[in-house]
């Protein structure tokens, strides 16, 4: 991709347009390791006896019921509940079936929180289990075993202002030059067409 610099009026080196990102932004985080961990996972939908542990793996993360406490130099005591959400599959007369499962823990940690009050921030957590072995406990629960790896960050929205060369300028694809088009999605700064 070849990028043309802007013509905003001239400048320093032609950088001088001004474009505002929204984004995510992450103020603090940290990971938690749980090596050779078993966890007991409750299904959503029973299991029929006889049915064998094939797999599982991790699909969400949610901070729940949590609670803040300042604790002074811009740290805060961040407590509540992960809850993971799972998706099981189990064996039965050599047909696989899915279930959805459920665990639950008491997480506690210090973050940082963004210092202005208005700042709309939300707790996130991502989990990644490696699963190595499990079995189907009763109808209702599978136990699993593995690596478990948790991130829990701190994110809100923001309005970045980013200088710009202003758009970007794509060369032509190989082989799809349509005739009587010029080929341009957004406005070219190249100095061509002020």
């Known amino acids: 991709m ?20 929204e984004t995510k932004r992450v103020f603090d985080g940290c990971a938690l390791t749980d090596e050779n961990i078993t966890l007991t996972l409750t299904t959503e939908s029973q299991i029929p006896q006889g049915s064998e542990f094939a797999s599982a793996r991790a699909v969400s993360s949610e901070f729940t019921i949590f609670s803040i406490v300042d604790c002074g ?14 998706a099981v599959v189990y064996c039965l007369g050599g047909v696989p079936y899915t279930v959805a499962a459920t665990h639950k823990v008491q997480r506690e940690t210090l973050l940082r929180l963004p210092s202005s009050a ?6 996130e957590v991502q989990s990644v289990m490696n699963v190595g072995s499990g079995a189907v406990l009763s109808a209702n629960a599978v136990s699993v075993s593995g690596c478990l790896l ?11 202002l980013v200088p710009t060369y202003g758009y970007c300028k794509y060369p032509p ?21 002020a």
């Open 118 to 123: 208005i700042v709309p921030y939300t707790i």
């Open 73 to 86: 130099d811009g740290c805060s005591r961040v407590s509540g509940e992960v809850v993971t959400k799972f």
């Open 150 to 160: 948790q991130i829990i960050k701190v994110t809100a929205p923001v309005d970045i």
């Open 173 to 193: 694809c190989t082989g799809s030059a349509c005739s009587g088009f010029g080929g341009r999605v957004f406005p070219a700064y190249d100095g061509d067409d």
């Open 2 to 21: 070849a990028v043309k610099k802007a013509g905003c009026d001239g400048g320093f080196d032609g950088l001088c347009c001004r474009m505002v990102i």
